[in-house]
């Protein structure tokens, strides 16, 4: 039997480590997937014809090699965007789930498919919707298939690289008044990114696990 562990990080570097790490145990990258916001455009050359203010596919996007590469993981990241997040970049199978929901649509139609996938994968509607909205704030998110044996080493990988608690920062986002994430909002900007992160780099270190 397996479970999926999924866990945000504010910083990239800190996820892709992780990423790394997982790899490292022995789980297959094709149980591991990344979501990484990519408003700056850092991460790769994002084609933003046909992406709207919102953040909708159309054409111009490009998901690239979601499913990985034979380098590892992070050798297949591809572009898309997708409605309420924007620009991102992402590979493994949750990425392939959301890309297959969000490729070719229009004015929205893919709204809530991040928040579906890891509902879908065992998540609470509470942490999905958190998720999600870490993602559009310019969070990544890293999620893993993982056998019941090697549980315990796979969450202290996530847990020791930086991962944020859902739970804290979901009450950090109500706090501002946000109550779950929404696929009709516009993306975050880069300067919404960078001021979201500011904000999160005072958090007192409490927050992680």
Known sequence: MSQTITRLFDDYTDATTAVSELEALGISHGDISIVANNAHGHHAAVDHEGVNDYGDVGRGTSTG?????????????????????????????????????????????????LVGALKNSGHTEEDANVY????????????????????????AVLDRNGSVDATTRGAAYRQ???TS???EAPAYTSDEVDRERATYARTPAVERY
Request: charged letters at 10%; proline letters at 4%.
């Open 65 to 113: 090699a979601l499913l990985g590469g034979a380098g590892g993981l992070l050798a297949g990241l591809g572009l898309l965007a997708i409605p309420g997040l924007g620009p991102i970049v992402a590979a493994g199978w949750l990425a392939a789930t959301v890309a297959g929901a969000g490729i070719g649509a229009a004015g929205g139609a893919a709204t809530g498919s």
């Open 132 to 155: 999600s909205e870490g993602v559009r704030r310019g969070g990544t998110l890293v999620s893993a298939k993982v056998p019941d044996g090697q549980l315990a080493d796979a969450q």
């Open 176 to 178: 501002s008044g946000w």
């Open 181 to 183: 994430f929404d696929a």
